[in-house]
């Protein structure tokens, strides 16, 4: 039997395949070679659009205008801005509210205020004391470290400890606030309007009791925000943060990080401090037509005018976190309104938040003439000028 002309056949096929194979290799590299220039395509492109924003960002510099519209050359002044903003401005008002405050409670405890409110306003105090601490170390501290490229494994650590603890204990601190104002609103609306007698009687004698339960709840209620994250450090020494520390029930995703915390810890205690204290100004006005109409020499009584400041804090806690209030319902309903609105508000409404804690003692000085003839007194140049001027008269 002749096997040569299958040999023959096989060897055919075989330069066949050769040939196939061969063809394959070439079609692979051609491929590889379209990668390459489809990546070097793709880093032209990219340097184009380099090249685009740095013209744009020189023109801006020159003539202050940018020639895109709504281009992202704003993004290089936003660090200065956040830096003038935060370190600057928001560490000023913390470092003096924190000095007032200490004085205002100084002052509290010394028994210059005396009202059926004067546990409530110490408290009050001390919460704002330690929002102010808060902002001061989470937002004023670690923006100016971070426009002044600080040591970047010691920055690690710090901005890995102020995203998972420090900014959770700025929330806490301000959901206290609010909480400590609406229950000093409610109870003030209890005294004035009286609606109901036994009521306000009881929070008289157990206001104490419920004030220290409010900051209690309110820390409770913010303690699964510090279970979420965790600080690690990596093989080179930088600190990250890791999130599932724990395995934390969809109710916290529902009731945390949706509009709904919002709308409980800043939009409730808002809408229920406007209309009590409406009521009271409403009250308030009418007690003074009264005695206008009466011509009596008496001026408003004593309980008029701690309602009068306290109404004052009251409306001034409602101008400072309604901003933050619609910033967070904004951010959780829709985030495109939030990033195209609130570009550069942000700062500004953070820094609101501490004007409302570092102001309470500005108030009690300017409606308060007991509390500021007190605080006179006890001023140190005060006492020396009035020690000279017995010495003089003994001369």
């Keep these: 039997m002749d096997i040569r002309p299958n040999i023959t056949a096989v060897t055919i096929i075989g330069q066949g395949l050769t040939e196939i194979m061969d063809i394959g290799q070439g079609f692979t590299e051609e491929m590889d070679i379209g990668q390459a220039f489809t990546e070097e395509m ?12 740095s013209r744009e960002y020189t023109e801006a510099l020159t003539s202050g205008q940018g020639s895109g519209g709504k281009r992202d050359y704003q993004r290089f002044d ?5 830096f003038i903003i935060y370190a600057i401005c928001m560490g000023s008002v913390c470092v003096v ?22 546990y409530q306003l110490m408290l009050l105090a001390v919460v704002d004391t330690v929002l102010l601490v808060a902002f001061l170390l989470g937002w004023s501290l670690f923006q100016a470290l971070r426009y002044l ?75 699964p925000r510090f279970l979420l ?23 916290y995703l529902w009731l945390y990080q949706s509009w709904i915390n919002a709308a409980l810890v800043f939009f409730l205690p808002i809408l229920i401090l406007s209309v009590v204290t409406v009521n009271i100004l409403i009250v308030l006005w009418k007690r003074k037509m009264a005695r206008s109409n009466m011509q009596s020499s008496h001026g408003p009584s004593h309980h008029d005018n701690v309602s009068v400041i306290l109404s004052t804090i009251v409306i001034l806690m409602i101008l400072c976190q309604a901003p933050f209030c619609g910033l967070k319902i904004t951010y959780w309903i829709d985030r495109g309104t939030y990033y195209s609105i609130f570009h550069y508000a942000p700062p500004i ?24 003839q007190a605080l006179v007194s006890h001023c140190p140049c005060r ?13």
């Design 42 to 53: 793709n880093i032209g492109q990219g340097f184009t659009e380099v090249m685009d924003i």
């Design 78 to 82: 936003h660090e200065l801005y956040r």
């Design 97 to 118: 509210g924190i000095i007032v405050n200490l004085i205002t409670l100084y002052m509290i405890c010394r028994g210059v205020v005396k009202t059926d409110t004067t």
């Design 149 to 223: 490229n600080s040591d970047l494994l010691l920055f690690s650590l710090y901005e890995c400890v102020t995203n998972a603890y420090i900014w959770e204990c700025c929330r806490t601190a301000q959901h206290a606030t609010i909480s400590l104002t609406l229950f000093i609103g409610v109870y003030r609306y209890l005294a004035v309007c009286k609606p109901v007698s036994n009521l306000y009687n009881h929070m008289k004698r157990h206001g104490q009791k419920y004030m220290m339960l409010t900051v209690i709840l309110c820390v409770l209620y913010n303690v």
């Design 229 to 251: 994250e965790e600080c690690k450090q990596d093989s080179a020494g930088y600190w990250w943060r890791y999130y599932g520390r724990y395995q934390l029930p969809t109710l």
């Design 349 to 372: 409404i953070e820094l609101l938040v501490c004007v409302n804690s570092a102001a309470n003692g500005f108030i009690y000085f300017i409606m308060n003439k007991q509390f500021r």
């Design 383 to 395: 006492k020396r000028n009035t020690s000279n001027s017995h010495e003089m008269v003994a001369v």
